[in-house]
């Protein structure tokens, strides 16, 4: 178990250092979807399904932050995930917006671990790029176009990456909470691919009780968190999950649409108009997985002295 535990503590690492919000995702109605029966269609529990995907898949551990279990992490020998994000604000006509863009892949190999890490993102229209691959004891860091490379363990690779990525974000959201057993209670289950996808939709018109749930949510994405004269009010909110055959949780998806009103002096304010998307999904796992190099490794520059120097 011991060696996979640098796999797994990493990217869950790197998953706790990115927002959380959601990609649109098109299903189908409940009643046109292809299932085996109609007992087994009402046996599905969608929240007890949901629990029980958790236990098996490394999905579920690594956007928690929590260990795996022995039996889950001793089966799990490499692993690329995806993790996509856009926020967009549009304040009096101004509109912004932050796309930020994740690819992890690990394949732990006892005589060679290997890694890329990469992120992408634009922040008020200034671009961030950011990779890491790891291969032969070296790491191969490409930040904005400054490629340098150096000897060193993988955990060290990881968290010159991890710093990169904390200065862009420091916000987290789990979510297994957007998955509540009364979110889930009148859920759409369709079947996509082989796919069990579980989909629901809450709206301010229907639905105002329950999407106050989520105020502290809206102010840890906004940091807004404890800020007097602030209220949120959410619009709409989607939610969906994916289960492959073997019910192993393979992708979520959240998608948000708030308002974030702010007192600017007192009994003036101004009103924002938010949209968030997040998906997250489980690309390909141990054999499956595939690293391709970065291209022109030997334009990298060699900092191992330099930097051991500076240590």
Same mark, same amino acid.
């Given at each position: 178990?011991?060696k996979?535990?640098?796999?797994? &503590?990493?990217? &869950?690492?790197?998953?706790?250092l990115?927002?959380?919000?959601?990609g649109?995702?098109?299903?189908? *109605?409940?009643?046109d979807?292809p299932?085996?029966s109609?007992?087994?269609?009402?046996?599905?529990?969608p929240? +007890?399904?949901?629990?029980? &995907? =958790?236990?098996?898949?490394?999905?579920?551990?690594? @956007?928690?932050?929590e260990?795996?279990?022995?039996?889950?992490a001793?089966?799990l020998?490499?692993?690329?995930?995806?993790?996509?994000?856009?926020?967009?604000?549009?304040?009096?006509?101004?509109?912004?917006?932050?796309p930020?863009?994740?690819?992890?892949q690990?394949?732990n190999?006892?005589?060679?671990?290997?890694?890329?890490?990469?992120m992408?993102?634009?922040?008020?229209?200034?671009?961030?790029?950011?990779?890491?691959?790891?291969?032969?004891?070296?790491?191969?860091?490409?930040?904005?176009?400054?490629?340098?490379k150096?000897?060193?363990?993988?955990?060290e690779?990881?968290?010159?990456f991890s710093? *990169? =990525?904390?200065?862009?974000?420091?916000?987290?959201?789990?979510?297994?909470q957007?998955?509540?057993?009364?979110? @889930?209670?009148n859920?759409?289950?369709?079947?996509?691919?082989?796919?069990?996808?579980?989909?629901?939709?809450?709206?301010s018109?229907?639905?105002?009780?329950l999407? =106050?749930?989520?105020?502290?949510? @809206?102010?840890?994405?906004t940091g807004e968190?404890?800020?007097?004269g602030?209220?949120?009010?959410?619009?709409e909110?989607?939610?969906?999950?994916? @289960?492959?055959?073997?019910g192993?949780?393979?992708?979520?998806?959240?998608s948000?649409a708030f308002?974030?009103t702010?007192?600017v002096?007192?009994? +003036? *304010?101004?009103?924002?108009?938010?949209?968030?998307?997040?998906?997250?999904?489980?690309?390909?796992?141990?054999?499956d997985?595939?690293?391709?190099?970065? *291209?022109?490794?030997?334009?990298?520059?060699?900092?191992?002295?330099?930097?051991g120097?500076?240590?």
């Amino acid at each position: 178990m011991k060696k996979i535990k640098w796999l797994a &503590a990493g990217l &869950a690492a790197c998953m706790a250092l990115t927002l959380c919000a959601c990609g649109d995702e098109t299903t189908t *109605s409940s009643e046109d979807a292809p299932v085996s029966s109609q007992e087994e269609s009402a046996k599905f529990d969608p929240y +007890e399904a949901y629990a029980a &995907a =958790a236990e098996k898949s490394p999905l579920a551990a690594l @956007l928690t932050g929590e260990e795996m279990s022995p039996d889950l992490a001793e089966s799990l020998t490499a692993l690329d995930v995806s993790y996509d994000m856009n926020i967009e604000i549009d304040m009096d006509s101004l509109v912004l917006r932050m796309p930020v863009s994740m690819q992890m892949q690990m394949i732990n190999d006892e005589a060679n671990p290997q890694m890329f890490l990469a992120m992408d993102m634009d922040f008020l229209g200034q671009a961030l790029a950011t990779s890491v691959y790891y291969t032969d004891g070296t790491a191969y860091v490409d930040s904005n176009g400054t490629r340098i490379k150096q000897e060193m363990p993988i955990e060290e690779a990881f968290s010159s990456f991890s710093d *990169s =990525a904390d200065s862009a974000s420091s916000s987290q959201l789990e979510f297994a909470q957007f998955f509540g057993k009364d979110f @889930l209670e009148n859920a759409t289950v369709t079947q996509e691919d082989g796919n069990t996808v579980v989909t629901y939709t809450l709206t301010s018109a229907e639905d105002a009780a329950l999407l =106050a749930q989520f105020t502290d949510v @809206l102010q840890q994405l906004t940091g807004e968190t404890g800020t007097a004269g602030t209220d949120f009010t959410f619009t709409e909110l989607t939610c969906s999950y994916t @289960l492959d055959a073997d019910g192993m949780l393979v992708a979520e998806n959240i998608s948000m649409a708030f308002s974030m009103t702010q007192e600017v002096t007192e009994g +003036e *304010s101004i009103t924002s108009h938010c949209k968030a998307d997040v998906s997250v999904a489980i690309n390909a796992l141990n054999e499956d997985v595939v690293i391709t190099p970065p *291209s022109g490794l030997d334009s990298y520059v060699d900092q191992t002295a330099a930097l051991g120097e500076a240590v």
